[in-house]
């Protein structure tokens, strides 16, 4: 009998250490919820949604990469909260930027597209980026001229990006067709006004002794979008 007794008294004891090893009021066997990889929907965290949908274009920590780099408070001063959660949610047809709202045929929740706004303006942005300054609008306030845009190209663009938009010593190509046609008239805008200081491209203001005017910014952009072509990347033969 105290055999027994003993035997009953071991088994409890077990029980017990086994109870206290996998965690209070988890049963034997089964996961623990901190261990439980949460579904895609639920993934609410700033910097596993950006790694996951934003790093691989617009570079880890918004630096910038095959896109312009987020983490850019220029940037973020003109671009109004909206613009910047259509982009993201929508996308932008014709473009390598894709539509990732679950609405839209992407992955992400309403929620999760609110994270990712909030978080880059909020990590990124700096209220006074700005300050003393008269920035161009982010969209376009009056339509562009072309022959005023190549007038305003060869003061402030040529110096970097060559006579004829075909690259020069300190820029690339923006006259490039297969550029052209992956890049948006907003695309376009929003580079010649924000720069790409990942790559050395001055703001609007620039290096050519005064800032460009809204206008001129419009003028240059339609002066570049002239440039496109109906089949970019095709050899013509007349």
Known sequence: MIHVRRLAASMTLVATLGIVAGGCGTPPGQPRTTSITPAPRDVVEFDALYADNCAGCHGASGKGGA???LANP??????????MRVTIADGV????MPAFAQRAGGMLTEAQIDVLVDGIRSRWGDPGALAGTSPPSY???S?????????AYQTFCRSCHG???QGGPKGSAITNDSFLALTSDQALRTIVMVGRPELGAPDWRGDAGRPMSNQEVTDVVSWLVAHRVAAPGQLYVE
């Open 139 to 141: 969209a376009p306030a």
């Open 143 to 151: 339509a562009g001229d072309v022959q005023r845009g190549a007038e």
């Open 93 to 96: 047809r014709g473009t390598s």
């Open 163 to 165: 006579a004829d938009g």
């Open 74 to 83: 220029v940037y973020l001063a003109i671009i109004d909260r909206r613009s």
């Open 67 to 69: 896109a312009i780099g």
